[in-house]
C-alpha cells in the first residue's frame, strides 16, 4: 500500500514539473491520459502531500479554483495571463536583498516573497489589439 502511494507521488511530481504549470484538473488529465487506473482524489491527494511537505508549490495569484502549481520550487517569478489564465516563469534575478530590507525595517523574519506578474500574453496581447477580437 505504502509503495503504491509513493509511487503514485512521485508520478504526480514528474508530471508537474513536465508539464511545468499546469492546474490540477490538467495534471489530472494528462496523468490519467498515461495511467488509467490513477484518480482524481489520488492526484489531489498527492498535490496536497506534496505542497505541504514542500515539495511542490502554488502559484500565487492563479485564479481560485484553477490553481496552477509548479515543481520548481527555487524561488523564481511568474506570469499570468489575465485572459487566458497561462503561467510561465519569468527568467529575471530574484530579489533576495529585499528580504533583508524587509525584516529590517519591519521587524518580521523572513522565509522568502513569491511576485506574480499580471498581464496579457503574446497570444491575448495581439488579440487584444485586434479591432475584431473579442475581448
Ligand atoms: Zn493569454
Ligand atoms: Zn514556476
Known sequence: MLRRNTWHRDAVKNELAAMGHPTAEEL???LRAKYP????????RNLKILEEAGG????????????RFD???KPHYHFICLKCGAARDLEIPYREGENALIEEKHGVKIE????????????CASKKTDK???L
Not at 56 to 67: D, F, Y
Open 28 to 30: 489530472y488529465l494528462s
Open 132 to 134: 475584431n477580437g473579442e
Open 71 to 73: 515543481a520548481t520550487v
Open 112 to 123: 522568502g516573497h513569491r511576485t506574480t506578474f499580471f498581464g496579457y500574453c503574446k497570444d
Open 37 to 44: 487506473e490513477m484518480s482524481r482524489a489520488t492526484v489531489y
Open 56 to 67: 511542490i508549490i502554488r502559484v500565487i495569484g492563479s485564479v481560485a479554483g484553477g490553481e
